[in-house]
């Protein structure tokens, strides 16, 4: 019911942005959110945007580098990323659900998960 794509190969300093379609539920009626998990490492909260779109909230490794937005009409949210860095490596997951704003950072939060797509930042 979710989908990412946009991972790839890039360079440092470079910029991605990663796509999540949604289907199988009421996508405008959720808060989307990006997680991500490095390897060996667990996985961490990225970015969130609520239902209106009028509210983000990052990560403080990933603040004022990546941005997140959504299109409500196309059922699909966004991660642009950019100024990317070796330790930004991590596959990228997005998740649907309905948390109360203090518990958005939160994996518990979330319903639904995409597949995740693979982040690759080397020189």
């Known amino acids: 019911q979710l989908q990412a794509s946009g991972g790839g190969l890039v360079q440092p300093g470079g910029s991605l942005r990663l796509s999540c379609s949604a289907s199988?539920?009421?996508?405008?009626?959720?808060?989307m959110a990006w997680f991500r998990q490095a390897p060996g490492k667990e996985r961490e909260f990225v970015a969130v945007i609520r239902v209106s779109g009028g509210n983000t909230y990052y990560g403080d490794s990933v603040k004022g580098r990546f941005s997140i937005s959504r299109d409500n009409g196309k059922n699909t949210l966004y991660l642009q990323m950019n100024s990317l860095k070796p330790e930004d490596t991590a596959v990228y997951y997005c998740?649907?659900?309905?948390?109360?704003?203090?518990?958005?950072?939160?994996?518990?939060?979330?319903?639904?998960w995409g597949q995740g797509t693979l982040v690759t930042v080397s020189s």
């Open positions: 199988g539920f009421t996508f405008s009626r959720y808060t």
């Open positions: 998740a649907a659900g309905t948390p109360i704003l203090s518990s958005s950072r939160l994996e518990t939060g979330y319903r639904f």
